[in-house]
C-alpha cells in the first residue's frame, strides 16, 4: 500500500522547475514507458505541452509551421493495473474520465482540456494514464502517466509534481502537427476531423492542394457505433495505386478514417454514402472523347491494394479543383495508355500534362468519366481504370508445319458503364514462355490494337508444343495461346564428304539434317579392289541441265574412281508417317532398290512404296539417266528406316520430304 504525502515541503511545476526535495519526494528512475509523444520516442507530430512536460519547442520533431487546426481531439484517463514505472507493460483498465473533446486554441497552436479531478473517482494508491485521440476509439497519439498526490498530480517518470492552483484542475494542454495520423505524402493531404452530426448538411474535406477530397452528409456513421466523430485522411499515393492489372490515369488516393471503421463491427458501410472526388489527367489530344475510365475502390491490407474492384456511380464533384494536376512522377507516361496512344507518342508524353478532367456534371456515356467524383459506402483507396477484358481470338489450337508462320490475335473491349467498345491503341505483348518451344514472335513488342480492338502478330512456330503469353492492362491477361508445330513439311536437302573409312562397313555419312532426326549410314557389300574407300562427294554432272546443282550424292567410291556396291540407309529417329524423295540414276536400272521398315523392323509392304513422275533426262555431264518420285506411307504407324540399293552405280537422293502428319 503506497502512502499520498501528506505535505509537500517544496511543489514544482511539471516543466517549469526540477527543484523538487528527493527527501520529500524521491524521483522514479527516468522510463520513456511512462509518456510517449514526439519529444519521448513517440509520435514525431504530437506533443504534449507544459505544465504536465517541459516545454517541447527545440526538439529534432517540433515544426513550428506545421499546427493541424482542424482536429478535435478527445482526452480519456484510465487507472492503470500497476506501477508503470516497475511494469511498463501495464495496461489500462476502466475510465474515470472521458472521452472528452479539447478545445482549440488557434492563437497559441495548442488544444487544450481543464480536467476536473474531483468530478474523478481517483485512488491514491493507483496510477493513471492520460491518453489522446483523434476521435473517440481511434488511434492513441500519445500518453502521459500521472500519480495521484496530496493536491495535484506528480509525474512517476520524472517525479515532478504539478500543484493545482485551485485544488482541483490539471490543464491538459497539447500539440498536433500534419502528419500525427500517418499521412507520407505532405505535398497533397489532408487530415481533419469530421462529425456525424453536420448542422448545414453536407461538410466538404479536401486536400491542401484541393485535387482531392470528400463530401459527408449529415449522419453518415451508423448512430450504434457510439461514435459522434472521425478523423478522415486522404493522401496522394501514386500514379498506379490498384492493383488490378487494368490501365491506370494519374490520379490515385487513399482515403481512410481514425478511427479505422473496417475495425469495427458495424463501423461500414456508412449510413449515408460519400462521395469521394478525386482529380485525374488525361492526353490533351483526347478531350471528351477519349478512353473510358471509371472511378473504382479497392481495398487496403498490410499497405497493398488487393482483392475485387469496385465500381463507383458517377457523381459530380464540384468540391475538388484540377486546373494545375498533374503527374506525381516523370516517369507517368511509361504507365499510361490512351486510346490515342500513337499520336501522343510522336507528340510527346509532356502533352499529357496540359488536360485534366473537371468536375462538372455527370455523363454516363461519356468516354471519359467527367463527373470526377463516385459515390461510395466506404474508404479505401481511390483511382481511375480503364475496364477492358481481353480475349484471345486466333492462333489457340492450331496446328501448322515447324518453321511456318501463322497469326495470334487477340480482341480487347472496353466497358463502360455497362456499354461496349473497342479498346484502341491497348499496347499489347506478345512473348515466346521459356517452355514454348523454339517459335519466335515477328513483329517488335508491344502491338497496339487496332481501330477494332484487335492486336495481331506472325508466329514463327518451333518443333513440338509452342505458347504465347499475351499480356496487356485488361481482365484475363496474361493469357496463353498454344499451338502445335509439326515436324518440317518441305524441301531437305542432304550433303555427304569423304569418310576415310577403310571398310566404309556401318560408316555414317554426315549430313546438315541430323538436327531434324535424319541419319544416313552407308554399308559396303563388295568392293574387292578398295583398300580406302570414300564416299563420293559430288553429284553436279549429274543434275538436270538446267536445273539447280543440289549436290545430294550417296555412293560409295574406289580410289581409281570406280564405284562400289552397298546399301545407303535413311534413318528417322522421329518416325514420320509419309516420306517423298527423288532417286535419280542409271536409266539401264531397271527399277531403283527402295526397301522400308516401321518402328519394330518390319518390312513396310511394296504397295505402300508408291513410284511416280518417272521420266528421263540428260545430266548436265552429258549423261542419260532417269528420275522418279518415291512416296512411302504408313499410316498409322511410323517409318523408320528407308535402305537404297546401290547396284554398281551411282544413285542420287534429292529433294527429301518428311511428313508429319500423313497429308496426301
Known amino acids: 500500500m503506497r502512502h499520498v504525502t501528506p505535505?509537500?515541503?517544496v511543489a514544482c511545476v511539471v516543466g517549469l522547475a526540477a527543484c523538487t526535495d528527493n527527501t520529500v519526494q524521491p524521483k522514479a528512475p527516468t522510463l520513456n514507458a511512462a509518456i510517449q509523444d514526439g519529444n519521448h520516442a513517440g509520435n514525431p507530430n504530437f506533443f504534449f505541452l507544459p505544465p504536465l512536460v517541459p516545454n517541447p519547442v527545440g526538439?529534432?520533431?517540433?515544426?513550428?509551421?506545421t499546427f493541424n487546426a482542424k482536429l478535435a481531439p478527445v482526452v480519456e484517463v484510465c487507472r492503470l493495473a500497476g506501477n508503470p514505472v516497475l511494469d511498463p507493460s501495464t495496461s489500462c483498465g476502466p475510465l474515470v474520465f472521458g472521452p472528452a473533446s479539447m478545445a482549440l486554441d488557434a492563437t497559441n497552436q495548442l488544444y487544450q482540456l481543464n480536467w476536473d479531478t474531483q468530478a474523478s473517482p481517483l485512488d491514491a494508491t493507483a496510477f493513471y494514464r492520460i491518453t489522446v485521440r483523434g476521435a473517440a476509439r481511434g488511434t492513441a497519439l500519445g500518453f502521459l502517466d500521472i500519480d495521484p498526490v496530496l493536491g495535484g498530480m506528480k509525474n512517476p517518470k520524472t517525479g515532478d509534481v504539478f500543484i493545482f492552483t485551485d485544488g482541483r484542475t490539471l490543464p491538459i494542454k497539447v500539440r498536433i502537427q500534419q502528419g500525427a495520423f500517418g499521412s507520407t505524402n505532405s505535398n497533397d493531404f489532408v487530415e481533419q476531423v469530421v462529425p456525424n452530426v453536420i448542422p448545414?448538411?453536407?461538410?466538404?474535406?479536401?486536400t491542401n492542394t484541393g485535387f482531392a477530397g470528400a463530401r459527408f452528409t449529415n449522419g453518415f456513421l451508423n448512430p450504434n457505433l457510439g461514435i459522434d466523430q472521425v478523423v478522415v485522411i486522404i493522401e496522394r499515393v501514386g500514379a498506379n495505386c490498384l492493383s488490378s492489372g487494368l490501365e491506370q490515369m494519374e490520379g490515385c488516393y487513399r482515403f481512410r478514417t481514425d478511427p479505422d471503421l473496417h475495425q469495427i463491427e458495424g463501423g461500414l458501410p456508412f449510413a449515408k454514402n460519400v462521395i469521394a472526388g478525386v482529380c485525374f489527367q488525361i492526353p490533351a489530344d483526347i478531350g471528351g472523347q477519349g478512353p473510358p475510365f471509371e472511378l473504382a475502390r479497392q481495398e487496403e491490407v498490410g499497405?497493398?491494394?488487393t482483392g475485387p474492384l469496385t465500381r463507383l456511380a458517377e457523381v459530380p464533384a464540384p468540391f475538388i479543383h484540377c486546373d494545375s494536376f498533374g503527374p506525381?512522377?516523370?516517369?507517368?507516361?511509361?504507365?499510361?495508355r490512351s486510346g490515342r496512344l500513337g499520336d501522343i507518342a510522336k507528340a510527346g508524353w509532356h502533352a499529357m500534362t496540359q488536360t485534366i478532367a473537371h468536375a462538372i456534371q455527370p455523363t454516363a456515356l461519356h468516354a471519359v468519366d467527367l463527373g470526377a467524383g463516385g459515390s461510395t459506402d466506404g474508404f479505401s483507396r481511390f483511382g481511375y481504370l480503364r475496364f477492358a477484358?481481353?480475349?484471345?481470338?486466333?492462333?489457340?489450337?492450331?496446328?501448322?508445319?515447324?518453321?511456318s508462320t501463322i497469326q495470334a490475335s487477340v480482341h480487347i473491349d472496353n466497358n463502360h458503364h455497362g456499354a461496349s467498345s473497342s479498346a484502341v491503341g491497348v499496347p499489347v505483348t506478345f512473348t515466346v514462355t521459356p517452355s514454348g518451344g523454339a517459335g519466335t514472335v515477328i513483329e517488335s513488342?508491344?502491338?497496339?490494337?487496332?481501330?477494332?480492338?484487335n492486336a495481331t502478330v506472325h508466329w514463327l512456330l518451333g518443333l513440338g508444343a509452342n505458347t504465347l503469353q499475351v499480356t496487356a492492362q485488361a481482365q484475363s491477361s496474361p493469357a496463353l495461346i498454344t499451338a502445335t508445330g509439326s515436324p518440317a513439311i518441305g524441301v531437305i536437302d542432304f550433303e555427304t564428304y569423304p569418310n576415310g573409312s577403310a571398310t566404309c562397313a556401318g560408316c555414317s555419312l554426315t549430313n546438315d539434317y541430323a538436327s531434324q532426326g535424319v541419319v544416313f549410314s552407308f554399308a559396303s557389300s563388295f568392293c574387292p579392289t578398295v583398300t580406302n574407300a570414300q564416299l563420293f562427294l559430288s553429284s553436279s554432272a549429274y543434275d538436270p541441265v538446267g536445273g539447280p546443282a543440289n549436290h545430294s550424292v550417296t555412293a560409295g567410291a574406289a580410289p581409281t574412281g570406280g564405284f562400289c556396291s552397298g546399301t545407303v540407309s535413311m534413318n528417322f529417329a522421329s518416325l514420320p508417317d509419309t516420306i517423298r524423295f527423288q532417286l535419280r540414276g542409271n536409266n539401264s536400272i531397271a527399277t531403283f532398290p527402295v526397301a522400308a521398315f516401321d518402328g519394330s523392323g518390319n518390312p513396310i509392304p511394296t504397295a505402300q512404296i508408291d513410284r511416280s513422275n518417272v521420266f528421263t533426262y540428260t545430266s548436265v555431264g552429258g549423261f542419260l539417266f532417269r528420275q522418279e518420285t518415291i512416296t512411302i506411307v504408313n499410316t498409322p504407324g511410323t517409318i523408320s528406316r528407308i535402305d537404297l540399293g546401290m547396284t554398281g552405280f551411282i544413285t542420287?537422293?534429292?529433294?527429301?520430304?518428311?511428313?508429319?502428319?500423313?497429308?496426301?
Open 303 to 305: 499497405g497493398q491494394a
Open 59 to 65: 526538439s529534432p520533431n517540433f515544426n513550428p509551421g
Open 200 to 206: 448545414s448538411g453536407t461538410l466538404d474535406v479536401t
Open 652 to 664: 542420287l537422293v534429292d529433294n527429301l520430304i518428311i511428313l508429319y502428319p500423313t497429308i496426301l
Open 445 to 453: 513488342q508491344p502491338v497496339y490494337t487496332d481501330a477494332s480492338g
Open 7 to 9: 505535505f509537500i515541503a
Open 389 to 403: 477484358t481481353m480475349t484471345v481470338t486466333a492462333g489457340n489450337g492450331a496446328t501448322a508445319p515447324a518453321g
Open 328 to 336: 506525381t512522377t516523370q516517369t507517368f507516361g511509361a504507365a499510361f
